[in-house]
């Protein structure tokens, strides 16, 4: 690239930079929302949740006309255009968590009834600060482009995945026990899972971090520990 | 552009139209085999979905990398830029297909056992070739650029969600019937989310398919009838 295309790319990467650092606080910021308005039963902030979704939404749809016309004006190569097609890739990733958040919010609207369980709304909490910590970790490997970091959100997605194992055992006891349980037992099944999802988009998130610094995909099998898709409930319990 | 430039780019363009082509022929292939899997609790068959998946997340790869470097190379601009972002897309919806097509035959392995609710299987199946007429359709207008069939399947998700809602309501009541059913019941509600947002993904090619042709997003507001998120639980069924 001569001088000046350079100077214009790298203001391209930062405004790419800025929008993705933008799109991240907002998908923590539905989803910890998302996560009191359930632990509350809180419908005011179930309904923001819920409207607040469609930023996301157009935030994503910016990001990636900016980089399609970056990519376009100054051709970039080899970890330039990583950085162009990561930043792509990372806001793809937020724009489903959003979605996953909101869907939260709208199971909050019908929750409304005397069923607390402490014990599976503390695991429910429980989840959600782990899977928050890991997007808030690995957003800030994508802003300061650390390796180390990445891999380590990427490691730690199993802990998410037990958590949500013993939370769908527990749920799954509570509806043997009083069938009134079930629905609302439903609802907080749906949400665990979508909790679960986001954490699989963090560990995407880090993927692409470290395709970004490296140049080529992060590829060992991690254990993957969610088995709630493989349980076999005993249907004597 | 200059005329060779335009034909190189025609050439680009023909790739990335076989490339969505191939993707959604795997995609239609894994659905239909998961939905065969799920009816005949087949494990060798969910076993070949399983593994199958990773062909279409690599499809989507290649075809990021191929757009990527179309849009580097040929600088196209307006309706040509979109053909390339459309099937970018494209292709991320076609890849999370598979991944929802992969999760019902994970579920498929452990869901062995002697519960076969004739009405639910039906109405999984029905809900199933709801889903890959859409697919099939969507992909069609895709490939003839044709705006009505697009609009068609677009407003057409109502009658999968319809289905799914019934579904939804069938299997609570098994789940309160008899606690043994619960179990399977929950994969079953799982299946039937996850063939659910298939036909949102089908929606979403829709309006991808829409912007290439004109430019514009769909945004008139369509009645959406998924109501299993918001679905109050009669406690005393």
Same mark, same amino acid.
């Given at each position: 690239m001569m001088d000046h295309t350079h100077k214009a790319f790298d203001t391209d990467l930062q405004d790419l930079a800025r929008m993705v650092a933008e799109m991240g606080g907002l998908a923590e910021q539905q989803i910890s929302d998302a996560a009191d308005a359930l632990d509350r039963r809180d419908l005011t902030v179930a309904q923001r949740v819920i409207v607040g979704d469609a930023r996301i939404d157009a935030l994503q749809r910016e990001l990636e006309s900016k980089s399609v016309l970056t990519i376009a004006r100054r051709q970039p190569m080899a970890v330039d255009l990583r950085e162009v097609v990561g930043a792509m890739r990372i806001a793809n990733d937020l724009e489903r968590i959003g979605d996953l958040a909101k869907n939260i919010a709208k199971r909050v609207v019908v929750?409304?009834?005397?069923? %607390?369980a402490q014990q599976v709304m503390r695991g429910v909490q429980h989840m959600t600060e782990l899977v928050l910590s890991q997007i808030k970790d690995v957003l800030d490997a994508y802003a300061r482009r650390d390796l180390a970091k990445a891999v380590t959100v990427w490691k730690a997605d199993e802990e998410v995945d037990a958590v949500n194992n013993s939370l769908f055992r527990e749920l799954l006891t509570y509806m043997m026990e009083d069938p009134r349980n079930i629905g609302i037992c439903i609802h907080l099944l749906f949400c665990a899972k979508n909790i679960e999802r986001m954490g699989d988009h963090a560990t995407n998130i880090a993927e692409t971090v470290y395709y970004m610094i490296?140049? %080529?995909?992060?590829?060992d099998e991690r254990p993957k520990n969610d088995t709630t898709s493989s349980t076999v409930v005993p249907f004597d319990a």
């Amino acid at each position: 690239m001569m001088d000046h295309t350079h100077k214009a790319f790298d203001t391209d990467l930062q405004d790419l930079a800025r929008m993705v650092a933008e799109m991240g606080g907002l998908a923590e910021q539905q989803i910890s929302d998302a996560a009191d308005a359930l632990d509350r039963r809180d419908l005011t902030v179930a309904q923001r949740v819920i409207v607040g979704d469609a930023r996301i939404d157009a935030l994503q749809r910016e990001l990636e006309s900016k980089s399609v016309l970056t990519i376009a004006r100054r051709q970039p190569m080899a970890v330039d255009l990583r950085e162009v097609v990561g930043a792509m890739r990372i806001a793809n990733d937020l724009e489903r968590i959003g979605d996953l958040a909101k869907n939260i919010a709208k199971r909050v609207v019908v929750l409304d009834h005397e069923f %607390r369980a402490q014990q599976v709304m503390r695991g429910v909490q429980h989840m959600t600060e782990l899977v928050l910590s890991q997007i808030k970790d690995v957003l800030d490997a994508y802003a300061r482009r650390d390796l180390a970091k990445a891999v380590t959100v990427w490691k730690a997605d199993e802990e998410v995945d037990a958590v949500n194992n013993s939370l769908f055992r527990e749920l799954l006891t509570y509806m043997m026990e009083d069938p009134r349980n079930i629905g609302i037992c439903i609802h907080l099944l749906f949400c665990a899972k979508n909790i679960e999802r986001m954490g699989d988009h963090a560990t995407n998130i880090a993927e692409t971090v470290y395709y970004m610094i490296e140049g %080529r995909p992060l590829v060992d099998e991690r254990p993957k520990n969610d088995t709630t898709s493989s349980t076999v409930v005993p249907f004597d319990a």
